[in-house]
């Protein structure tokens, strides 16, 4: 091969940004500690309602979700990400456009590392496929049988693993790669063919290896980090969905105190950022409440506003790690450089923001609990 390829192929790892700091060894240990907690924490309340999935999906006969299933599956086969890929790498050195080249190899090679992760990880736990499953527990033990090899799920990491690099280079269209991504991982378990917690385990690991293969490799691990915990809010989201449908919904004092406390900090964190848009001038904590405090109480309002103490529990830990993570001093992303000012937002934002909050909320009444109650 000529000596230009592999120039190419080592220009596609390039820093073509200035790297930072990388975190503190305490902040380190912190933030690992945090997001193996939510991780871990979240999947085992998985594992004991993956089957009340599959009962629920083997107890409707709509074809419609049949046919939605096989799309997914088709566009997240591994053949097709591989063309894809190897497509906008021909594309980017025909016109001679370094980013196609860059996102080429690096879909490329992080659709491959996701991949071997994934089969890894599948040999080593050997979990039965739902079509396979008759009752709520699986033996974990390592096996290369066919149909012993659900957990993680493959398509959902190889889809994420392309979307996060094509996020890195086209970041305007980074919600059509996520949705995309999105579509053929929720795809995988309307087809019955995976479990909830085979799909977000394998988008997870998709995402951390797409989002570290697209920055320079000497960083990885303020990546990772980083990966972490911008992935953590949607990893707990994903969790929050599935839990909230399938888990019946209890009505004690301490879920209705939740609700109400919920209710109040996300009327709190909406007033705040709308002042501090209006009077920032005047108001009196404008310089030190920013956008990431406000986000953080939003959030929590959200997971709070659920009913769950696990939704909750993993809500809080998430908004620390994504407070220390945008408040950190090695980073760029302090209070300072995220403050709510009027030229970066104005009263028609928020508004749709509000709107979209209330939205949810009403979502959240309609789906608590609905599967158990049918």
């Known amino acids: 091969m000529p000596p230009r390829f592999f120039s190419h192929l080592a220009q596609s790892f390039d820093q073509s940004t200035p790297t930072r700091p990388l975190y503190s060894p305490p902040i380190i240990t912190l933030l690992l500690t945090l997001s193996v907690l939510t991780l871990l924490g979240a999947l085992v309340p998985l594992f004991k309602i993956d089957y009340e999935v599959v009962l629920f ?17 088709r566009l997240g086969k591994g053949t097709t990400l591989l063309l894809f890929s190897v497509g906008i790498g021909i594309v980017g050195y025909v016109w001679n456009r370094d980013r196609l080249k860059r996102a080429g190899w690096q879909s490329l090679i992080a659709h491959g590392i996701a991949g071997l992760i994934v089969q890894i990880i599948k040999i080593l736990l050997g979990r039965p496929r739902p079509y396979f499953m008759h009752q709520d527990h699986w033996p974990i033990g390592p096996s290369l049988q066919g149909g012993l090899n659900t957990f993680p799920s493959g398509h959902s990491a190889a889809s994420f693993a392309v979307a996060a690099v094509l996020a890195r280079h086209f970041p305007k269209a980074a919600w059509i790669w996520y949705a995309v991504a999105g579509f053929v ?8 063919d995976h479990f909830p917690s085979d799909v977000l385990a394998g988008s997870l690991i998709g995402f951390l290896i797409g989002y570290i293969i697209s920055r320079p490799l000497k960083d990885w691990l303020k990546s990772l980090l980083e990966a972490l915990v911008q992935g953590l809010p949607y990893w707990v989201g994903g969790f929050a969905v599935i839990w909230i449908i399938f888990h019946y919904p209890e009505t004690s004092p301490v879920q209705v105190g939740m609700m109400w406390v919920g209710l109040t900090m996300i009327v709190v964190s909406l007033g705040v950022r709308l002042l501090l848009i209006l009077k920032p001038t005047q108001f009196p904590l404008g310089s030190h409440i920013g956008a990431p405090t406000t986000h953080l109480m939003l959030g929590l309002g959200i997971a709070l506003y659920t009913g769950s103490l696990l939704v909750a529990l993993f809500g809080l830990l998430t908004g620390i790690a994504w407070w220390i993570r945008h408040s950190h001093n090695d980073l760029p992303g302090n209070p300072g450089h995220y403050m709510v000012r009027e030229k ?16 949810l909320l009403i979502a959240i009444q309609q789906i608590k609990g609905i599967i158990p109650l049918l």
């Open 344 to 359: 970066d937002s104005n009263v028609a934002q928020e508004a749709v923001i509000g709107l979209a909050v209330i939205a």
């Open 57 to 73: 999906l083997r107890s409707i006969d709509i074809k419609i979700l049949k046919e939605i299933g096989e799309i997914g599956h």
């Open 185 to 192: 991982a929720i795809s995988r378990i309307m087809e019955g």
